[in-house]
C-alpha cells in the first residue's frame, strides 16, 4: 500500500474527496500518483483529474502531462488537451506547456503553430524554462512571429536565467 496508515484513513479521504474536498483530493493524488504500483498510480491519476476540476493548478499539470504521454498507460490526448487548458488558465505552467505541445504536434487537437506559440509563451509568463526557450526560437526563426533576434535573445536569457542549458548555449552562439 501506499503512504497511509491503513484503509480507514483512505477511505476518509475518499469520503472527503466525493464531497469535493480539494484538500483531501489533493492528499489522495500525489500519495497514490507516488506508488510504485500501477493500480495505485492510475486511482492518483483519477484523483489529480478530481482535484484539477476543482482548480487544483498542479494537478491539472500532472494528470494532463500523463494523460498526453501515457505514463500511467492511460493515453488520451483530448482529455490531456482539455485539462492542460483548464490548469493553464489557472496559472499552471505544466499544462500550458502541455496545451503548446498537443497543439504544436496535432495531439488531440489540429495543430495550430499560432497556439502551440501562445501557450509555450504563457507558460514561459510562468517561468517554465522549456517554454521560454521556445519562445525564443520563435523569434530567432520568424516563425509565427516576426523576426526578431533582440527579442529571441530576451528569451533565450530568461530561459538560461531559469536553468534552462540549452538556452545558455543559444545565447552564446548568438555572442559569437
Known sequence: MCAFADESEINALKEAC????????????????????PQEKSQGLYFHIQTCELNGSYSCG????????????????KKAVEIAIAGCNLHDPKSCRVASYA????????????????????????????????????????????????SA????????NLSYTKACDKLQELQN
Open 18 to 37: 466525493a464531497k469535493k474536498d480539494g484538500v483531501a483530493c489533493s492528499i489522495l493524488a500525489r500519495s497514490l500518483y507516488k506508488s510504485p504500483y
Open 153 to 160: 535573445i530576451r528569451f533565450f536569457t530568461k530561459s538560461c
Open 62 to 77: 500532472v494528470a494532463a502531462d500523463d494523460l498526453m504521454f501515457g505514463k500511467t498507460n492511460n493515453s488520451a490526448p
Open 103 to 150: 497543439y504544436s504536434h496535432g495531439k488531440g487537437v489540429p495543430a495550430s503553430a499560432e497556439t502551440a506559440f501562445y501557450y509555450s509563451y504563457k507558460a514561459c509568463k510562468l517561468n517554465d524554462n522549456f517554454s521560454c526557450y521556445l519562445v525564443g526560437l520563435a523569434y530567432l526563426k520568424g516563425k509565427v512571429v516576426t523576426l526578431n533576434k533582440e
